[in-house]
C-alpha cells in the first residue's frame, strides 16, 4: 500500500469517532503492520468478490459502498445472507474453515474495500489478545443477525420484514429522537437482502406509509418519532435509549409480540 494512503486510513481508524469494530483497541503499530500489508480495490456494482465453493485469500473490510453475501442452492436461487456497509468485514469466519467457502460475496452498488490477507490474520490473531477478542465479538454479531435474518425471512410477512428493518437502521444511526435519516442501502439492495422481489418491497413500503412514515427516496421521515414502534422486540429494544424509561411506548411485557399490521401475505 502506498505511504499516503497507509497515512490516510491509519489516521481514519485510530480517530476516536472512526474506528471500526475490527481494529478496535489495537495499537497503532499493529494496526499500521496490517495496513501495510493489505491492499485497495475499487470494484464496480454486481462484482463477484468471493465465489461460493472457493477458498476465500483475504478478510475483507468495506471502506465504502455495500456488499451482500448470499448461498446459492442446488437449483441456482439465490439465498440472502447479510448485506453490509462501510466499516463492516465478512469472510471472517470462513478464512478459519479451512475449507471452501459456503456463501458467495458480491458488490451492492461501487465499493471500496480493503484485502488483508488470511494467513496474516491467523497469525495475528494468536499473538494480540485485543484483535483475537475483535474478532470473537464480530463474528458473534454475525451469529446473531444470521438469527434475524433467517427468522425475518421464514416467519415474518413482507411488512414485518421491512418494518423491522427501517427499526434498526434508524436506531443504528444513534439518535433517538431524530424524525428523519437515511437508508443505508438503495432500495434495490434492501429488496434483495429482505428476500423479496421490487414489486413487494414497494407494496410494503405503502403499508408502512399509513403508520406515519414517509418515504422519499433514500430519506425516511417521521409524522411521530414513535412510529416505528409497531416493529420492538426484544432485541431492537437493547439498541432503544427510550426503552424502559418514561418516554418509552412500549410495554416491555409485549415487546417481543407478534405486531399487528393491515393483512399482507408472507413472500
Known amino acids: 500500500?502506498?505511504?499516503?494512503?497507509?497515512?490516510?486510513?491509519?489516521?481514519?481508524?485510530?480517530?476516536?469517532?472512526?474506528?471500526?469494530?475490527?481494529?478496535?483497541?489495537?495499537?497503532?503499530?499493529?494496526?499500521?503492520?496490517?495496513?501495510?500489508?493489505?491492499?485497495?480495490?475499487?470494484?464496480?456494482?454486481?462484482?463477484?468478490?468471493?465465489?461460493?465453493?472457493?477458498?476465500?485469500?483475504?478478510?475483507?473490510?468495506?471502506?465504502?459502498?455495500?456488499?451482500?453475501?448470499?448461498?446459492?442452492t442446488p437449483d441456482g436461487k439465490e439465498i440472502p445472507v447479510r448485506l453490509m456497509g462501510a466499516n463492516e468485514t465478512f469472510m471472517d469466519a470462513v478464512i478459519f474453515m479451512?475449507?471452501?467457502s459456503p456463501i458467495s460475496a458480491r458488490t451492492a452498488e461501487p465499493t471500496t474495500i480493503l484485502m488483508?490477507?488470511?494467513?496474516?490474520?491467523?497469525?495475528?490473531?494468536?499473538?494480540?489478545?485485543?484483535?483475537?477478542?475483535?474478532?470473537?465479538?464480530?463474528?458473534?454479531?454475525?451469529?446473531?443477525?444470521?438469527?434475524?435474518q433467517i427468522e425475518s425471512v421464514t416467519a415474518k410477512s413482507p411488512t414485518q420484514r421491512v418494518g423491522y428493518y427501517l427499526l434498526n437502521a434508524y436506531l443504528e444511526q444513534g439518535d433517538a429522537d431524530a424524525m428523519t435519516f437515511r437508508l443505508p442501502h438503495k432500495k434495490s439492495a434492501i429488496a434483495s437482502h429482505l428476500g423479496m422481489q421490487p414489486e413487494t418491497f414497494s407494496r410494503a413500503l405503502a403499508q408502512i406509509r399509513k403508520l406515519g412514515v414517509d418515504i422519499d427516496r433514500e430519506t425516511i421521515s417521521f409524522e411521530d418519532v414513535y412510529a416505528l414502534c409497531i416493529f420492538c422486540d426484544s432485541d431492537t429494544s437493547t439498541q432503544c435509549k427510550k426503552f424502559g424509561t418514561p418516554d418509552c411506548i412500549i410495554d416491555s411485557g409485549s415487546c417481543s409480540k407478534e405486531v399487528k399490521l393491515p393483512a399482507d401475505r408472507k413472500q
Request: hydrophobic share 40%; net charge positive.
Open 1 to 72: 500500500m502506498e505511504k499516503q494512503a497507509l497515512e490516510t486510513l491509519c489516521k481514519r481508524f485510530v480517530a476516536p469517532n472512526g474506528v471500526c469494530a475490527l481494529f478496535k483497541g489495537l495499537s497503532e503499530e499493529t494496526l499500521g503492520f496490517i495496513l501495510g500489508h493489505s491492499v485497495i480495490k475499487n470494484e464496480p456494482e454486481g462484482h463477484t468478490l468471493v465465489q461460493q465453493g472457493d477458498t476465500p485469500q483475504y478478510l475483507y473490510l468495506i471502506l465504502s459502498g455495500a456488499v451482500q453475501t448470499m448461498r446459492t
Open 98 to 100: 479451512n475449507a471452501p
Open 116 to 148: 488483508i490477507p488470511a494467513p496474516m490474520i491467523r497469525k495475528i490473531v494468536t499473538q494480540d489478545g485485543r484483535f483475537a477478542l475483535n474478532m470473537l465479538q464480530i463474528t458473534s454479531g454475525f451469529y446473531k443477525k444470521a438469527i434475524h
